[in-house]
């Protein structure tokens, strides 16, 4: 049995053993925060000694948990760089689709790994996450066709990476609720909700956003969308009545 565990270790190159480690760090970092994870324990699930983990990772705890989340941040990265082709809504449902199966692929582990874990871990993992939402950012400008963004643009970009953040973290503390499709087309009519709410005071926005739209079809998510907001706006409809006094809600 020592001699079979002998031959399959050396049967790894170094690069082979270093990224088995990682990924073992990673299943483990799914479903405990990467604080209650110690080396012993990677070591037991990879199936080899602690040792051999300083072997690989001299620095010890923090330096594998940095290079664990750096290969989370890679997959995260690579969850929006979808080709520029067809309805914008097609795509952001793509991107979604393999952001959230990271999610509930890593479940309980995300939120400390979206966080960066512990401050104590490694003063470089605070920079990694935000790469990762940079990342993201630039690849939605780039779907939006806009070279040089404003910053009402970019505001609305982050802001809304910041919101599938948020609406990742609890839903995973909802019990994973509503259902996961549920959860992506509601923030794909975000996206579009706020992306028009910013295009009516922000003259680049709105440009991109007709360009965006027109590529919908008519009956694809945009249009279905609106049908719904119909009866929302038409019960409001008294806010577009023409007011007494050249419109003014206020007298002095």
């Known amino acids: 049995m020592t001699g079979s565990g002998t031959a399959s270790y050396r049967r790894l190159s170094v690069p082979e053993r270093r990224a088995q480690l990682i990924t073992t760090a990673l299943g483990l970092f799914a479903h405990r925060a ?3 994870v110690s080396l012993d324990d990677v070591a037991a699930a990879a199936r080899v000694s602690r040792p051999l983990v300083y072997r690989y990772f ?7 948990y940095e290079a664990a989340l750096r290969s989370a941040a890679d997959d995260l990265e690579l969850c929006f760089a979808e080709p520029q082709t067809g309805p914008l809504t097609g795509r952001l449902t793509a991107a979604l689709d393999r952001y959230l199966a990271f999610v509930d692929g890593h479940d309980a582990g995300f939120s400390a790994l979206l966080r960066g874990g512990s401050v104590a871990e490694t003063p470089r993992t605070g920079a990694i996450v935000d790469e990762v939402r940079r990342a993201a950012a630039a690849q939605i400008l780039k779907h939006l066709s806009v070279p040089d963004p404003g910053v009402r643009l970019r505001m609305m970009v982050r802001t809304w990476l910041a919101a599938v953040e948020a609406a990742s973290l609890i839903w995973l503390a909802e019990g994973k609720q509503p259902p996961l499709e549920e959860l992506r087309d509601w923030l794909v009519d975000h996206f579009v909700a706020l992306l028009t709410a910013t295009a009516a005071g922000d003259p680049q926005t709105a440009r991109a956003a007709r360009a965006a739209l ?24 008294h806010l577009l009545a023409p007011r007494a006094g050249g419109g003014r809600t206020h007298g002095t």
């Open 214 to 237: 027109a590529l919908e079809p008519a009956d694809g998510r945009v249009a279905d969308l609106v049908r719904r907001m119909a009866p929302v706006v038409a019960d409001a409809g």
């Open 34 to 36: 990467p604080g209650d």
């Open 58 to 64: 001299p620095g010890g705890k923090p330096q594998l």
